[in-house]
């Protein structure tokens, strides 16, 4: 099994930058998709980003795309995602999740905690 730990989340002024970072403990990160989602106060959570398992191809919500970048690094068995020109309405708690390359949750099979980005005007 894969435990997902995040990270790099905090205050920032719109327009700001941040680096969110996902590690996981388990022995199969490789094997899996990486993603993305958030969810806002009172929102439904929503798809961000996702790579697949060699990190040769990615997709994006169309309101991140351009400003947020995911990558990965299986020798560190961790994703990233990198969010430029922050705005607002990117205030959120962001997860990870490992499992298949889609931009729906249900075909993830493991998630982290969170970790809360807020954005100020």
Not at 26 to 55: D, H, L, Y
Not at 89 to 102: I, K
Request: with cysteine.
């Amino acid at each position: 099994q894969e435990q997902l730990v995040e990270s790099g989340g905090g205050l920032v002024q719109a327009g700001g930058s941040l680096r969110l970072s996902c590690a996981a403990s388990g022995r199969t990160f490789s094997m899996f998709a990486m993603a993305w989602f958030r969810q806002a106060p009172g929102k439904e959570r929503e798809f961000v980003a996702t790579i697949t398992r060699n990190g040769g191809s990615t997709a994006y919500a169309g309101s991140v795309k351009g400003r947020f970048t995911i990558s990965r690094d299986n020798a560190k068995s961790t994703v990233y995602l990198q969010m430029n020109t922050l705005k607002p309405e990117d205030t959120a708690v962001y997860y990870c999740a490992a499992g298949g390359y889609s931009s729906s949750a249900t075909e993830y099979h493991y998630w982290g905690q969170g970790t809360q980005v807020t954005v100020s005007s």
